[in-house]
């Protein structure tokens, strides 16, 4: 058996027992580990100070080093998340549905965990804390595959979780941390289908495609994101550049950020300056289709047929002047990513059918596309957001990480 | 494009028009599709002898030209079908949740489409109606694969449901038929990530295996049951024999029959003989513990290790005898492969355990495993019996041919 193997094996057989373990014992738990996290946080931040070492030696640059980086802060907000999740009432063992059958038959439909969920993900090591807490809470045991750069860290946040979970009474091999961190790894982990239920990727295009490409192991494909705004002809166009504005600029790096600006033709001589206008507050770049560059200048980078494709994650928005709303959604539905998309407009008739036709995990009227979150929607945590159809769309909290078992009380029944 | 990916492309367009039609314009084209497969009956029953001649010529079995063959009484059959699901409730448009967030963002979670959903399967005609319809009503366009000997059968019924839904004003695409039935349209088909949201393979175990292992499209498994009866100490020995009866000899052949018997060591000498009385109405054979073979006699065959992971689908049960309710669980877990697994037991707590531990999509208590069924546990129609735990478990009906989407009205909200 490979080293992951074991740990596979492990992680399968300590999931029987946190399977079946009571909410009250899970939240013990999870307070074991929140306390842990604070009295062992010398060690914590040693180990990050080492990685954060190793990654300035190895040219990381800024942005990656600021992911990295824990400080007392940083673990205290860690500490906060995993009490916010002990709080949460338990998605286990709800029973959602449950009918008298013409037979006699009591059937009902109740939440169980997934199995054992592995976990791929970039070098942040407040994922090692925050997607395992998630899964522990559900019931679920968990495979954490983090990035080489954080190994230290994420190794000495797993050692303290694995332990608190012993001390709790529950197998320390419901958390496991991939010791490999090669490409190997990872590959051999998308294959692991006797030990894995799912797989989810969380991290940049790249190793989502990659994931996602590749798995044996059923994946949930999380958060790339080709965001739209469109202002409709009928739009009060104040509050559209408020939206735009908040859609690009509130924190470009992000998946539901939005990446194109479509415009009604109606309205784009008014109102494309008027975004510009607010864009240029942080300097963003505008690449826009011939239409836009003849109403605001050929300061407009011409729009190349890839920026409609382009998630760029920073202060940069293609633009395109469109003829009516069925392009709009045409464009939209080639084009996006499924992931959010928002129309501006006062027009009752046209927000239901863009509602109804753009085929996305959330559609907005009148909102910033920057809501697509799970603490946003209401579900209190959030360990990724699906753009896939099956199983989950959208945010996902504790709900999205639960199966379903139907439990049959007969009396003799047979067919 | 090669003609799959023509195919493809042209059910992703279909599936746009679809996806947003209203449930009366659905259920016109499946009463429409009930009347044409009436109407134009010779045409379908020529195909099929064509069909059986062939597959006579082949040498293909008995069961399987019982399967292939159509007849006048079967093509009513199909239609009743048809009707029923179209008296069901629409799945799609449903809201599961609103809710009025703090910010004044109204948030809900509508029903939608999966999109274009591919099926594989082998000869038997009645599938290709069965699922287009489930499909269909539930806004999925559909790309159907069938085996090879059922061709000619299958492309009458599917060039008839696609006039009947090109008259009815809805897209003849939304059905397709893959004209190639090599092994090779199988294989593209599971590499067809572009065009297809969703794979069902329905039918043996080879297949399924063969699907869910090499498929990119996400795949839900379906089919495959070693399901056991385990008659604990504590049993009505009288009702634990018509279970074990019932759950074998009812229907040996479909994946909720159940595989392998296990008894508890306390109640082994009195029941292992009622059982065989029972099962040798059907001239079952067992294949037995040696433990069994000391009850019993030789008469038992002994079971390899091989018994313990065979879905027998015939008159064949494998039997152990086991120290307690924990060499039950853990046997279960260990060999069943998460369908349906059975107690029979008056002992409330043993009861409450088995419910709990064993992890299959349906758990019973005192009841034959044979109920596991889309119709039984009131589901109204079935597309086929999933034994993963993602998306759906157990049987799935309209519902589990749907994904989820979020609308949000706002008022110009932005964070």
Redesign the interface.
């Known amino acids: 058996m490979t080293a992951l193997q074991v740990q596979g094996k492990a992680a399968r057989q300590a999931e029987?027992t946190l399977?079946?373990a009571s909410a009250a014992v899970k939240n013990q738990a999870l307070e074991a580990i929140a306390r842990a996290l604070l009295d062992r946080q010398e060690d914590i931040l040693a180990a990050n100070a080492q990685d954060m070492e190793d990654g300035r030696a190895n040219g990381l640059s800024e942005a990656l080093l600021d992911r990295l980086a824990l400080s007392p802060q940083r673990i205290e907000g860690m500490v906060e998340g995993v009490r916010q999740v002990a709080a949460l009432p338990d998605p286990i063992g709800q029973v959602k549905h449950m009918?008298r059958?013409p037979n006699g038959?009591i059937?009902g439909k109740r939440t169980?965990p997934?199995?054992v969920i592995g976990i791929i993900y970039e070098a942040r090591p407040n994922v090692t804390v925050d997607a395992a807490v998630l899964c522990l809470k559900s019931g679920n045991a968990v495979i954490l595959r983090g990035g080489k750069e954080a190994f230290r860290s994420n190794q000495a946040l797993t050692e303290i979780m694995r332990q608190a979970l012993e001390e709790s009474g529950l197998p320390r091999d419901c958390v496991a941390l991939v010791q490999d961190t090669s490409r190997q790894s990872a590959q051999e982990m998308m294959a692991l289908?006797e030990y894995l239920?799912?797989l989810i990727p969380r991290g940049g295009r790249g190793l989502i495609r990659s994931v996602t490409?590749n798995a044996?192991v059923?994946?949930?494909r999380t958060g790339e994101g080709i965001c739209h705004i469109y202002v409709q002809a009928q739009a009060?166009l104040q509050?559209a550049a408020?939206?735009v504005?908040?859609?690009k600029c509130?924190r470009p790096s992000v998946c539901n950020a939005a990446e194109c600006l479509l415009v009604h033709q109606g309205v784009a001589e008014q109102f494309l300056p008027m975004a510009q206008a607010f864009l240029q507050g942080k300097h963003v770049e505008l690449r826009g289709c011939p239409r836009t560059r003849e109403i605001l200048g050929p300061s407009v980078v011409p729009a190349t047929a890839e920026d409609w494709d382009t998630e760029y994650g920073d202060y940069i928005m293609a633009v395109k002047v469109v003829n009516d709303t069925q392009e709009a959604l045409d464009f939209i539905?080639r084009h996006g990513t499924g992931h959010s998309e928002a129309i501006v407009t006062n027009n009752y008739r046209v927000a239901q059918r863009f509602?109804?036709?753009v085929?996305?995990?959330?559609?907005?009227?009148?909102?910033?596309t920057?809501?697509?979150d799970g603490f946003?929607?209401?579900l209190g945590a959030e360990i990724g957001i699906s753009t896939?159809?099956?199983?989950a769309?959208?945010p996902m909290g504790l709900e999205e990480l639960t199966?379903?078992?139907?439990?049959?009380?007969?009396?003799?029944?047979?067919?």
């Open positions: 029987r399977a079946v009918e059958r038959l059937i169980v997934l199995g289908t239920d799912v490409e044996r059923p994946v949930i009060d509050m408020e939206i504005y908040n859609a509130s539905n509602l109804d036709e085929d996305a995990a959330a559609v907005y009227v009148n909102a910033s920057r809501f697509t946003e929607f209401g896939q159809k099956m199983h769309r959208g199966s379903t078992k139907y439990i049959i009380y007969g009396s003799g029944q047979v067919r």
